[in-house]
Protein backbone atom coordinates (compact mmCIF):
# COMPACT_ATOMS: atom_id res chain seq x y z
CA UNK A 1 0.00 0.00 0.00
CA UNK A 2 1.42 3.30 -0.98
CA UNK A 3 0.20 6.93 -0.96
CA UNK A 4 1.61 9.73 -2.32
CA UNK A 5 0.44 13.38 -2.00
CA UNK A 6 1.32 16.13 -4.28
CA UNK A 7 0.58 19.42 -5.85
CA UNK A 8 1.01 21.67 -3.08
CA UNK A 9 3.01 25.44 -3.39
CA UNK A 10 3.02 28.63 -2.53
CA UNK A 11 -0.37 30.81 -3.54
CA UNK A 12 -1.71 34.09 -2.77
CA UNK A 13 -4.39 34.28 -0.64
CA UNK A 14 -7.80 34.09 -2.97
CA UNK A 15 -5.97 31.57 -4.70
CA UNK A 16 -6.60 27.96 -5.96
CA UNK A 17 -4.90 24.31 -5.15
CA UNK A 18 -5.63 21.43 -6.13
CA UNK A 19 -3.86 18.38 -4.37
CA UNK A 20 -3.52 14.50 -5.61
CA UNK A 21 -3.07 11.84 -3.72
CA UNK A 22 -2.10 8.58 -5.99
CA UNK A 23 -2.52 5.10 -4.46
CA UNK A 24 -0.93 2.04 -5.87
CA UNK A 25 -0.68 -1.55 -4.60
CA UNK A 26 -4.53 -1.71 -3.99
CA UNK A 27 -7.60 0.30 -5.21
CA UNK A 28 -8.84 3.17 -3.66
CA UNK A 29 -12.57 2.79 -3.76
CA UNK A 30 -12.30 0.12 -1.39
CA UNK A 31 -11.15 2.71 1.18
CA UNK A 32 -12.58 5.61 3.23
CA UNK A 33 -10.70 8.74 2.06
CA UNK A 34 -9.29 11.77 4.35
CA UNK A 35 -7.72 14.87 4.07
CA UNK A 36 -6.10 15.78 6.85
CA UNK A 37 -3.36 19.30 7.69
CA UNK A 38 -0.91 20.08 10.01
CA UNK A 39 0.44 23.42 10.50
CA UNK A 40 3.30 24.22 13.10
CA UNK A 41 3.07 23.98 16.94
CA UNK A 42 -0.88 22.43 15.88
CA UNK A 43 -2.28 19.06 16.20
CA UNK A 44 -3.07 17.32 12.86
CA UNK A 45 -6.88 18.16 11.89
CA UNK A 46 -9.21 16.58 9.02
CA UNK A 47 -10.01 19.16 6.45
CA UNK A 48 -12.25 16.87 3.97
CA UNK A 49 -13.45 12.72 4.89
CA UNK A 50 -15.11 10.55 2.73
CA UNK A 51 -16.16 6.83 3.32
CA UNK A 52 -18.80 5.45 0.94
CA UNK A 53 -20.19 3.07 4.17
CA UNK A 54 -21.53 5.91 6.27
CA UNK A 55 -21.70 9.64 6.04
CA UNK A 56 -20.56 10.31 2.72
CA UNK A 57 -18.28 13.27 2.68
CA UNK A 58 -17.68 15.18 6.02
CA UNK A 59 -16.42 19.07 5.45
CA UNK A 60 -14.52 20.56 8.56
CA UNK A 61 -16.24 24.29 9.74
CA UNK A 62 -12.74 25.59 7.88
CA UNK A 63 -13.28 23.70 4.62
CA UNK A 64 -16.69 24.22 3.96
CA UNK A 65 -17.85 25.73 0.74
CA UNK A 66 -14.30 26.02 -0.34
CA UNK A 67 -12.95 22.49 -0.27
CA UNK A 68 -14.43 19.70 -2.44
CA UNK A 69 -12.68 16.45 -3.10
CA UNK A 70 -13.16 14.17 -6.76
CA UNK A 71 -11.62 11.12 -8.04
CA UNK A 72 -10.08 9.49 -10.99
CA UNK A 73 -10.48 6.09 -10.69
CA UNK A 74 -8.73 5.37 -14.05
CA UNK A 75 -5.51 7.04 -12.38
CA UNK A 76 -6.50 5.63 -8.91
CA UNK A 77 -6.24 9.02 -7.95
CA UNK A 78 -8.27 11.47 -4.99
CA UNK A 79 -8.19 15.05 -5.56
CA UNK A 80 -8.34 17.81 -3.10
CA UNK A 81 -9.66 20.99 -4.81
CA UNK A 82 -8.82 23.73 -2.95
CA UNK A 83 -10.56 27.44 -3.52
CA UNK A 84 -10.40 30.77 -1.65
CA UNK A 85 -7.60 30.05 0.20
CA UNK A 86 -6.63 32.00 3.27
CA UNK A 87 -3.52 32.43 4.99
CA UNK A 88 -4.76 29.91 7.89
CA UNK A 89 -4.96 27.06 5.05
CA UNK A 90 -0.92 26.81 5.25
CA UNK A 91 0.06 23.30 6.93
CA UNK A 92 1.11 20.35 5.19
CA UNK A 93 -1.39 18.58 3.79
CA UNK A 94 -2.04 14.51 4.13
CA UNK A 95 -3.97 12.15 2.56
CA UNK A 96 -4.68 8.94 4.39
CA UNK A 97 -7.30 5.98 3.77
CA UNK A 98 -8.58 3.21 5.94
CA UNK A 99 -10.58 -0.01 5.43
CA UNK A 100 -12.92 -0.48 8.44
CA UNK A 101 -15.83 1.96 6.64
CA UNK A 102 -16.47 4.44 9.99
CA UNK A 103 -18.12 7.37 9.20
CA UNK A 104 -16.98 10.02 7.59
CA UNK A 105 -17.19 12.55 10.60
CA UNK A 106 -15.51 10.01 12.75
CA UNK A 107 -12.30 9.96 10.56
CA UNK A 108 -11.98 13.40 10.04
CA UNK A 109 -12.32 13.66 14.09
CA UNK A 110 -9.60 11.11 14.68
CA UNK A 111 -6.73 11.32 12.40
CA UNK A 112 -5.33 7.80 14.07
CA UNK A 113 -7.83 5.65 13.16
CA UNK A 114 -7.04 6.12 9.35
CA UNK A 115 -4.83 3.02 8.55
CA UNK A 116 -2.25 4.40 5.61
CA UNK A 117 -0.75 7.57 5.83
CA UNK A 118 1.15 9.17 2.26
CA UNK A 119 3.94 11.42 2.94
CA UNK A 120 2.83 15.01 3.22
CA UNK A 121 2.78 18.12 0.69
CA UNK A 122 3.60 21.64 1.89
CA UNK A 123 0.64 24.46 1.03
CA UNK A 124 1.93 28.05 1.79
CA UNK A 125 -0.59 30.67 1.53
CA UNK A 126 1.09 34.29 1.38
CA UNK A 127 1.29 37.32 -0.39
Known amino acids: VQLQASGGGLVQPGGSLRLACAASGFTL?????????????????????????????????????????SRDNG?????????????????????AIDPKGYSSRWYCSRPDDM???????QVTVSS
Open 29 to 69: DAYAIGWFRQAPGKEREGVLCFSSSVGGTYYADSAEGRFTI
Open 75 to 95: KNTVYLQMNSLKPEDTAVYYC
Open 115 to 121: AYWGKGT
